[in-house]
C-alpha cells in the first residue's frame, strides 16, 4: 500500500528536524566540555559567544549567562573587540 506524498513529506521533515537539533546537541557538549579545559583567553571567549548564539534563540536565559561571562573574560583580559562583540550578543537576546 502507498503511503500517501504528505505522510513521506511530514516524515522526511522531522527526520531532518531531529537530524539538526541532535547536531546542535553535539555541539553544546562538545564546546561545555572545551570550556572546561585550559585555553587562551581569546579562544574561552570565543567558545562562549558560539555557546551565546546557539542559545539566542532557544534559552535566553543561557544565552545572556554565556554572553556575560564573555564579556567579563574579554574586559579582564583587555580584549576590546571580543567585549564589544559579547555586549552585541547580549542586545541581539534581549530584542528576541
Given amino acids: 500500500m502507498k503511503?500517501?506524498?504528505?505522510?513521506?513529506?511530514?516524515?522526511?521533515?522531522?527526520?531532518?528536524?531531529?537530524?539538526?537539533?541532535?547536531?546542535?546537541?553535539?555541539?553544546?557538549?562538545?564546546?561545555?566540555?572545551?570550556?572546561?579545559?585550559?585555553?587562551?583567553?581569546?579562544?574561552?571567549i570565543d567558545r562562549l559567544m558560539t555557546l551565546s548564539k546557539i542559545f539566542m534563540y532557544s534559552g535566553g536565559e543561557a544565552s545572556l549567562k554565556n554572553a556575560d561571562a564573555a564579556m567579563r573574560l574579554a574586559h579582564s583580559s583587555g580584549d576590546r573587540s571580543r567585549e564589544m562583540q559579547a555586549y552585541a550578543t547580549r542586545g541581539k537576546t534581549f530584542l528576541l
Fill in 3 to 44: 503511503k500517501p506524498i504528505c505522510l513521506r513529506f511530514a516524515s522526511l521533515i522531522l527526520f531532518l528536524f531531529s537530524t539538526l537539533v541532535l547536531s546542535a546537541l553535539d555541539e553544546v557538549d562538545s564546546l561545555e566540555r572545551l570550556l572546561k579545559q585550559e585555553a587562551p583567553d581569546s579562544v574561552r
